[in-house]
């Protein structure tokens, strides 16, 4: 059984910074395609970044350059390393293996002054 518990949300002013961590079990992350959504307050959930299985990172083209993708194999976890952050990332992040279907509960972060 796939589980995912993410960490590391909370409030901070715009240009902050952030590092969301998403612990995995059942899978390796090293050997899935894993992926970050977020959601904002009445908007539909959306693909923020995502690697592949090779390690190749995709980002949305709203956080490009600010947003770093990556994982940690001997400690299974993924990470969203977030930079030069704009009230506009506010929303819950979510970590995902879609192939799985298997998603976290998500955390919230908050961008305001």
């Known amino acids: 059984q796939v589980q995912l518990v993410e960490s590391g949300g909370g409030l901070v002013q715009p240009g902050g910074s952030l590092r969301l961590s998403c612990a995995a079990s059942?899978?390796?992350?090293?050997?899935?395609?894993m992926a970050w959504y977020r959601q904002a307050p009445g908007k539909q959930r959306e693909l923020v970044a995502d690697?592949?299985?090779?390690?190749?990172?995709n980002y949305v083209d709203s956080v490009k350059g600010r947003f770093t993708i990556s994982r940690d194999p001997p400690k299974n976890t993924l990470y969203l390393q977030m930079n030069s952050l704009k009230p506009d990332d506010t929303a819950v992040y979510y970590c995902?293996?879609?192939?799985?279907?298997?998603w976290g509960q998500g955390t919230q972060v908050t961008v305001s002054a």
């Open positions: 995902t293996v879609l192939i799985y279907n298997a």
């Open positions: 059942g899978i390796t992350v090293r050997s899935v395609a």
């Open positions: 690697i592949t299985s090779g390690g190749r990172p």
